[in-house]
């Protein structure tokens, strides 16, 4: 697919000096512009140390000076990853042109990719291995690109890219671990206008933990900027250097938006985490076979409604549902409620060998023989807050419940029944046998 990008975003910077590298001269400016924040954008990932504000230098060249060596050549950044932001969805490519492009309209031509490697920062000698998968691949066709520099501001959504953290998976999922690369390719025999870069060097970075991860050059942000030149992967600095004598590179201005979910805790259950209770009631005097959903608990956990606890529990893996009603990995717990309960609410606990615990509370209600409550249990009822610590003995008796919005939901309807009857049944018919 072909896209039109009309720029630029930020404003035109003035030239005030300048210094030669290689055939085509470099150029080191002082620049003053807005903010490169865009309003809403969930994280920047940035290895350049270019001002937003302020005065501050930059560097650009033709890195393919020789005529026809443009073509097909790129200019590329690696991208790596806090644990706390996954899962992520690129969703724009901030990138700084500068230098003249081809015709009237001072354009270029691209075709931008995007790979995703395994491990936590991919280099320029996975790359040549090719270990990597391509995430997608647009030719995006950038215009008004200003010889002194401009900001462009690509949204990847809108400009084609869909990508897929998973194909084995249906459906479109997002990225769950590793690392990101673009490379920006021209598909033209042209040189300029290029990605600028900095002027100060590379910034030290934290060893990776993994020493897997650790390869030499790790240490600092060199590695993140590449070229691709002449069928050749190559970091920036080392291309700049043995290429065209100059040894001050820097790191590439190109900056990759995403949308992360760092300290989303609607998104992340860290833990045990107890999602459902169904039935939730029984009559005064009965015991009833309870089953209780959630994410973390232990095959050993012990489970308490009202402070009694249930007798021949079971834990199995099974499916479960979020708060969003997505489904993922958790644990069915079953067992059998006392008969001793008193009239009124009780809170639901689960608690793991470890002590840690996760309360449901007002979760399941004891009624009065002949309030069976079953117009409410077909229909659905209010849902149990979800607590941690030691408070989880009974409620006020007077049957009220919490009804906090966020709060794990209390499964009333028929469907957990008769997905979970055939367990229900073999640990009947095991117990039967013992």
Known sequence: MHRVYHGPFSTVISLNRCHR???????????????????????????DSYADEGPDGFTFGAYFQEEGLGKFNCMAQVYS???????????????FFAGEGAGAAS?????????????????????????????????????????EGTWVELNLAENGFDFDGDPDVEGKQ?????????????????????????????????????????????ETSQFRSLIYWNGLWANLANYLLYTFDFPDGGDLIMRLVVEAHEDNDDDVIDGLYL????????AVGDSEALIITGVGIDRNAEAFVGG???????????????????????QVLTGHTSADLSIGSHNVMVRNPDGESHILEGAFRVTARGDSGGADWLDGGTAGSGAS??????????????????????????????????????????SAQG
Not at 21 to 47: E, W
Not at 321 to 329: F, Y
């Open 21 to 47: 590298m290689y055939l085509p001269i470099l150029f080191g400016i002082s620049i003053v512009t807005g903010s490169a924040q865009a309003d809403g954008t969930p994280k920047i990932i940035r290895y």
């Open 81 to 95: 990853f806090e644990d706390a932001d996954f899962p992520l969805v690129p969703t724009q490519l901030r990138m």
């Open 107 to 147: 354009e270029v031509e691209l075709k931008i990719y995007f790979y995703h490697y395994e491990g936590q920062a991919a280099d320029e000698w996975t790359m040549a291995a090719d270990q990597y998968r391509v995430l997608d691949q647009e030719v995006v066709l950038l215009e008004g690109i200003s010889l």
């Open 174 to 218: 997002p990225i769950t671990y590793g690392s990101v690369v673009a490379s920006v390719c021209y598909e033209n025999v042209q040189t300029m206008p290029a990605i600028a870069f900095d002027n100060d060097g590379y910034t030290v970075e934290p060893v990776p933990e993994d020493d897997e991860d650790i390869v030499s050059g790790h």
């Open 275 to 282: 999602s459902s209770v169904s039935p939730d009631r029984q």
């Open 308 to 330: 009694q606890p249930l007798t021949a529990v079971s834990v199995q893996d099974s499916s479960v549902t979020d708060g969003n009603g997505e489904a993922m990995s958790g």
């Open 389 to 430: 610590g030691d408070d989880w003995g009974d409620d006020d008796d007077d049957g009220a419940k919490s009804g906090c919005s966020n709060s794990p939901r209390t499964t009333h309807g028929m469907a957990w029944i008769w997905v979970l009857l055939p367990l229900l049944i073999s640990r009947r018919s095991d």
